[in-house]
Every structure is written in C-alpha cells, then in structure tokens.
C-alpha cells in the first residue's frame, strides 16, 4: 500500500527562524513528489519535483529529492508569519497519496 | 487560471439526507477527484474519473457515489448522511494526471447533524 509520512507533524517556530519540514513516501511506481501550502482554504500547489538531486527553488523556500532514500524536504528560510499554514507532501504513484501535513506556526 | 468552484462553502445536512456536492472546472481537465480532510488524517480520496462517465474508487468510497455526466462537471453524493461524513470535502482536477499536481477547490465543509 502506498504511503506518505510527513514529520514534525506540528511546528512552533519564531520569525527568521529557519525551518525543515520533511516527508518520507513507500510508492509502486513513482513517478513525481508535490508540496502544497494550504491556509484557509485549499492547498496551493508549491513544487513538483521528479529527479532526484536538483533543488526547486522559490523565494525563500527550496525544496529537494532523494529518490534513493525515498525522501524530501522543504526548507523555508527567514520564516514570517504569512508562512504559517499546513504544507502537504503529495506522491504520484498509481494515485495521489498525500502525507498528513505539517502545521506550521511562525510567531512574531 | 483553472477555477475549480464548488458549489457551496458551507453545509448543514440531517442524519439520513440525500446530500450533493457539485464541483465544476472550466479548463477541460480529463481527471477530476474527490477528496475528505480530517485532522491528523490529511486528505484521503473517496472518487476519481479520468473520464465523463468514468468513476474510479479510491481509498475511502464506502457511503458515496459520484457522477460525472460532463467533462467539466463531477458530483459527490452521499446516499443517506451520517455524523461521521461531518468533514471537509474537497474537489480537485488536473489536465493530466501528475502534471503539477491538481488544482483544487475551495472546500465544502459539511456537518452532518
């Protein structure tokens, strides 16, 4: 059965902190890994990342794969409160499975 | 940019109602999905289509059905509403499926009452 885990499940950071959230997946047949922000309503589409190695980057935050250890982390560097959220790891495999999320808060 | 609408934000049905959630997208994606969100369960899939009149089960269908008569349009129905279908409903579409992912809908939150 496909999974996804993602870790801390719940994270109590202050701003300008740096943060890494991480996400492990057991897939047949991967084909891509996605991270989503989601606030109040839905997720929001952030990176989609199929080779493993090369850092997708976006303003302050970056992401990467490992398809060798089956990982991916999501850096979020200068955190500010607008980044707090849920983010969601999403694997393509047969389906979408998506991780539990992990909670963010950044406090001022 | 795709729009995927869902028809309503918020919800209040009774315990065995007939209960439709709509869901439309403008940008002619085959592959519609409909997922549930509950805390610490992340989202989990109930139904997918790849195509109109196509339905796929997914990991969770039991107490739903779906209907996708047109391309832009996929329905969830839950047959008879129970308090454990209270949840966060939402719809979400891709052109291909993996391509970037899907675009989702705002999200119907139903309580079951």
């Known amino acids: 059965e496909d999974k996804v885990v993602q870790s801390p499940l719940s994270l109590v950071v202050h701003e300008g902190d740096t943060v890494t959230l991480n996400c492990s997946y057991e897939v047949t047949n991967f084909r891509s890994l996605l991270w989503y922000k989601q606030e109040k309503k839905a997720p929001t589409f952030l990176f989609m990342l199929?080779?493993?190695?090369i850092e997708k980057k976006s303003g302050r935050l970056s992401s990467i794969l490992d398809k060798k250890e089956l990982f991916s982390i999501l850096n979020i560097t200068a955190t500010q409160t607008g980044d707090s959220a849920i983010y969601l790891c999403?694997?393509?495999?047969?389906?979408?499975?998506f991780g539990p999320g992990t909670r963010l808060s950044v406090l001022p | 940019d795709v729009k995927v609408t869902q028809s309503s934000r918020y919800l209040v049905k009774r315990t065995g109602e007939k209960v439709f959630l709509e869901c439309v997208q403008d940008m002619d994606h085959e592959n519609m999905f409909w997922y549930r969100q509950d805390p610490g369960l992340g989202l989990r899939l109930i139904y997918f289509?790849?195509?109109?009149?196509?339905?796929e089960k997914g990991d969770i269908p039991e107490g739903y059905s779906v209907s996708r008569e047109k391309k832009e349009r996929f329905s969830l129905i839950l047959e008879s509403a129970s308090t454990n279908q209270t949840s966060m409903y939402l719809c979400?579409?891709?052109?291909?499926?993996?391509?970037?992912?899907?675009?989702f809908g705002s999200g119907t939150r139903l309580t079951v009452v």
């Open positions: 289509s790849y195509d109109v009149k196509m339905k």
């Open positions: 199929t080779s493993s190695g």
């Open positions: 999403a694997v393509y495999g047969q389906n979408f499975v």
């Open positions: 979400a579409s891709s052109y291909s499926a993996g391509s970037y992912g899907y675009t």
